[in-house]
């Protein structure tokens, strides 16, 4: 399973901009997505870019099989945070065959945050490239509960 641990830049960006997201402050779609542990049952929280794509929302992880991807897998749910506003929601995991738009338009929307976790995979890679690239980047399709 691929994973990319962050830096310690990505830290302190990661920090300011879930400092802003909870205080109602979007950055391009951020929101701070909270999901309880699959072990321990405590709530944990961590900032995600919100994307939209044919009418539906989703989530990526540009850092691959993470902490948040395993336990939104685990317990099924979720709720995404900005400012005041809740909203639960449940995930349906994409399967690899068809993330390869979504990775795209990611790419498009987020490559100046994020470029340095998709390994020299860009917007503009061949299609051939982003979809063996996919299982490492696991994707969400959220709706609403």
Excluded: C
């Excluded at 909270?34 to 870019?49: D, E, F, I, L, P």
Aim: no cysteine; aromatic share 12%; net charge positive.
């Amino acid at each position: 399973m691929r994973y990319v641990a962050p830096t310690r830049a990505a830290h302190a960006f990661n920090a300011l901009t879930k400092w802003l997201t909870a205080r109602g402050i979007s950055l391009m779609g951020s929101r701070v997505l909270a999901v309880r542990g699959r072990k321990s049952g405590n709530v944990h929280t961590t900032v995600v870019n919100l994307f939209t794509y044919e009418g539906h929302q989703y989530l990526l992880a540009p850092r691959g099989h993470t902490q948040w991807v395993r336990n939104l897998r685990a317990v099924g749910e979720g709720e995404l945070r900005l400012g005041r506003r809740s909203e639960a929601f449940t995930p349906f995991e994409v399967a690899d065959a068809d993330k390869t738009p979504l990775i795209r338009l990611y790419l498009r929307k987020w490559a100046w945050e994020v470029g340095a976790f998709f390994e020299g995979l860009n917007a503009d890679s061949p299609d051939a490239d982003v979809a063996a690239a996919a299982p490492g980047f696991p994707v969400f399709r959220i709706d609403p509960r």
